[in-house]
């Protein structure tokens, strides 16, 4: 499986930005697609995931009810739709594929390269 991850940027607090992710590949193997960031000194961390039919989702406490996961009609491309960003959300925003709907990194067995997000005060 191959991710493309795009639509990172600049932002001013407050303002949204709203992230693809292409999937190619046997995507049968790992339909459920999920996003993660790494902010400068920390820890990859989860965000949210979204199963192969965008039935069911999960996000971190610390973006629910700011982000929004969902799928495209191909259901190959998945989208991250940030609003009301802060400077804390700040980082390299990654999409990754895994067999099962989980916050676990470590199930995820497929990795995109990293989009930059960047929330000015």
């Known amino acids: 499986v191959q991710l493309q991850a795009s639509g990172g940027g600049l932002v001013q607090a407050g303002g949204s930005l709203r992230l693809s992710c292409a999937a190619s590949g046997r995507t049968s193997d790992s339909p459920v697609m999920g996003w993660f960031r790494r902010a400068p000194g920390k820890e990859r961390e989860f965000v949210a995931a979204?199963?192969?039919?965008?039935?069911?989702?999960y996000y971190a406490d610390s973006v629910k009810g700011r982000f929004t996961t969902s799928r495209g009609n191909s259901k190959n491309t998945v989208y991250l739709q940030m609003n009301t960003l802060k400077p804390e959300d700040t980082a390299v925003y990654y999409c990754?594929?895994?067999?099962?709907?989980?916050?676990?990194?470590?199930?995820?067995?497929?990795w995109g390269q990293g989009t930059q997000v960047t929330v000015s005060s």
């Open positions: 990754a594929a895994s067999p099962i709907l989980t916050r676990q990194r470590t199930t995820y067995n497929y």
């Open positions: 979204i199963n192969w039919l965008g039935s069911s989702t």
